[in-house]
């Protein structure tokens, strides 16, 4: 049942800005910073931000928590009726666009379909769908994809076979190997400097409004990608963007020009991101529980060659966004004033979904802190909707399904060497940490045997 929105007290307000929305700007919410993730995971943040959200929660009876922050009201919603409607409402009334992440993604991305008026998004979230073959379990271009993945899948396991060793800074690297060949073709396979230009802007981005553009940076970044997208091949993002472009064209003749996929590539670079940390956090639970790793390799063995569906591996990856979310917060705001429930918020009220909070919220199901991926084949997890790792409602993840074919192979692959995670008895059993800081996950081989599948295309 839906309640009218509280004012929260200053002490209230106060916890809200120490214990949830503080380390949340702290570790990052455009690219991580390491040192403060670090401190998140020892100190359990997420842990902190549940008891402050758990009593607020419960004092208020489940209405929705208005925050002041200087002129702007900003409305944590708790429950998942609040939460729905506000996702299923995107683009209007409840934009994406909101003021803090167009300030954040102006940086590298300031034509993106996320942080686009509503005229824009008629165009860009059609461009966006057709090029990733949103609600596809397998991409048209999933064949490529797949071959990239196992291509990468056996250089990894090739170098840890050699150093015993995997940690999260050799995977990151090779995973953006990865992204961007998927991406933009074989010509950005070792382009580095596109990634390091992206993140020093994001870098930028995480200070949102805070600090100006860096323009230079932004327009030498937007002429490389532009470049990409121009030679990427067959088989690639990019090559299935300029077909899309073209046919939406086509079927909109004076829109030619709208439909630029160059400008929505830096969002999926930047997305790509999420998928490396979510397999990577995959992998450690996979690698603490043989029961789930019998059943991952069991399962890529039986799958046949290519780009097929492996639905167990793609259920721990979803697993992974559902305990360690990727995207900290879902912000909207409003586009006009919101009734709700005999009260009148005023347009531009920023509305936020704190992922880690509701993910794990133990009072409608017993997921919780454990690892249970069959809550994502038997309906259970789609059934609730404060579930939401890839958001939502008609501005959710364009590219949830082509993240998941990707992660969920590169996860069933490198399973197969059968490694050892470092502290894995923090992961072998349920409950599971509530923050698990991805930048400090070491792999070791291990005694298992190494079931060699790494190298299978
Ligand atoms: C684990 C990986 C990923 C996760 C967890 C994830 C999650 C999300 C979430 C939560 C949103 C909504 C954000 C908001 O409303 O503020 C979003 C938007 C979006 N994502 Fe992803 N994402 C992932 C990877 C990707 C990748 C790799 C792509 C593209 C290749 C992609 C494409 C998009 C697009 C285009 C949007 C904007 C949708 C719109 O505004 O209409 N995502 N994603």
Known sequence: MSRAPVDLTAQDSLDVLRGVLGPIVAQGPIVRRPSMTARAERRQSDRRSAVVLDALRERCDGAPLVL?????????LTEPDDVA?????????FTPASREKVAALR????????????????????????TLASGQTVHP????????????????????????????????????????????????????????????????????????VRRRLRAAFAEQVREHVERAEPGTLAAAGREAAAALAAQEPDAEGLFDVASQVPHWLFAFDAAGIATLRALAVVAARPRVSERVLDELASAGHGATVLPYARACVLESVRLWPTTLVVLRDS????????????????????????????SRHDLGDRFVPEAW????????????PFSAGPAACAG????????????????????????????????????????GLRFRLGARADRSLGTAV
Not at 85 to 93: I, K, M, Q
Not at 110 to 127: F, Q, T, Y
Request: glycine fraction near 8%; charge should be positive.
């Open 141 to 212: 271009a999933g064949e490529s994809v797949v071959e990239q993945v196992a291509r990468i899948a056996a250089e990894i396991t090739g170098t840890v076979r050699m150093s015993g060793l995997l940690d999260a800074d050799m995977f990151a690297a090779a995973h953006w190997r990865l992204v961007r060949t998927v991406t933009l073709g074989e010509a950005a396979h070792n382009d580095e400097r596109l990634t390091a230009r992206l993140n020093a802007l994001r870098r930028a981005g995480n200070w949102s409004y805070l600090r100006p």
């Open 335 to 362: 586009t006009e004033p919101t009734s709700w429930d005999g009260r009148t918020l005023p347009a531009g009220t920023g509305f936020a979904v704190v992922s880690s909070y509701s993910h794990r919220d133990r």
């Open 377 to 388: 084949l038997d309906g259970r997890a789609d059934a609730d909707r404060a579930l939401v």
């Open 85 to 93: 409607r506000v996702l299923d409402g995107s683009p209007e009334p």
């Open 107 to 130: 940086q590298f991305q300031p034509d993106g379909v996320i942080v686009s008026s509503a005229a824009e998004r008629r165009r860009r979230r059609p461009l966006n769908e057709r």
């Open 68 to 76: 002041r922050l200087g002129p702007r009201r900003l409305v944590i």
């Open 400 to 439: 949830r399904d082509v993240v998941l074919l990707t992660a969920s192979h590169l996860l069933a692959r490198i399973a197969g060497l059968g490694l050892d995670v470092d502290r894995g008895e923090h992961l072998a059993h349920d409950p599971l940490p509530r923050t698990v800081d991805h930048h």
